[in-house]
T-cell receptor
Framework: KQEVTQIPAALSVPEGENLVLNCSFT??????LQWFRQDPGKGLTSLLL?????REQTSGRLNASLDKSSGRSTLYIAASQPGDSATYLC?????????????FGKGITLSVRP | EPEVTQTPSHQVTQMGQEVILRCVPI?????FYWYRQILGQKVEFLVS????????KSEIFDDQFSVERPDGSNFTLKIRSTKLEDSAMYFC???????????FGPGTRLTVT
């Protein structure tokens, strides 16, 4: 059974710092990996999708990497801002016959201090 | 930009009552999903749907749950007889292809009293 782990559960950094959020998964037979942002009481906003054949994806100040063989992904946030404060979720996708499903980690709650 | 919408945003119901949660996926998407998140816990997969039938359901998705795509645009989740433990945020998601990005709606917060 696929398990996704994100450690630590919470992180507090000063504004301007570059930071790395980690995600690990137990079964390397994934199709893709998605990083999401969740603000308190809100829905999930997709940040980046990395296909299993890719090593990294970039969007603005965000860079996500994937090492499928070791079961790890990282989300790098450059020059963090207070507006980046949110919970960041990692989810891996596996095929299930005609469809797929996401298995989520519990998330890392990031606080960026002004 | 197209987005997934969900109604209502918050529903309060009494234990044993039936509820229907509604979703309008992105119009050209073909793959549909329901997930839920109990407060403080992980987002969990409930069910996936493609080509007018359920593709897979989790162990949570028992006989009290059903899904339907009644009219080609809406996608609904029905809970026949709600329990206290069904209180959670329910998210609908859709994708254009099973291997591509899933787009999530804002969620419906279900409170069972």
């Amino acid at each position: 059974k696929q398990e996704v782990t994100q450690i630590p559960a919470a992180l507090s950094v000063p504004e301007g710092e570059n930071l790395v959020l980690n995600c690990s998964f137990t079964d390397s037979a994934i199709y893709n990996l998605q990083w999401f942002r969740q603000d308190p009481g809100k829905g999930l906003t997709s940040l980046l999708l990395i296909q299993s054949s890719q090593r990294e994806q970039t969007s603005g100040r965000l860079n996500a990497s994937l090492d499928k063989s070791s079961g790890r992904s990282t989300l790098y946030i450059a020059a963090s801002q207070p507006g980046d404060s949110a919970t960041y979720l990692c989810a891996v996708s596996v095929y299930t016959g005609a469809n797929s499903k996401l298995t989520f980690g519990k998330g890392i709650t990031l606080s960026v201090r002004p | 930009e197209p987005e997934v919408t969900q109604t209502p945003s918050h529903q309060v119901t009494q234990m044993g009552q039936e509820v229907i949660l509604r979703c309008v996926p992105i119009s050209n998407h073909l793959y549909f999903y329901w997930y839920r998140q109990i407060l403080g816990q992980k987002v969990e997969f409930l069910v996936s749907f493609y080509n007018n039938e359920i593709s897979e359901k989790s162990e949570i998705f028992d006989d009290q749950f059903s899904v339907e795509r009644p009219d080609g645009s809406n996608f609904t989740l029905k809970i026949r007889s709600t329990k206290l433990e069904d209180s959670a945020m329910y998210f609908c998601a859709s994708a254009i292809d099973r291997g591509l990005e899933q787009y999530f709606g804002p969620g419906t917060r279900l409170t069972v009293t």
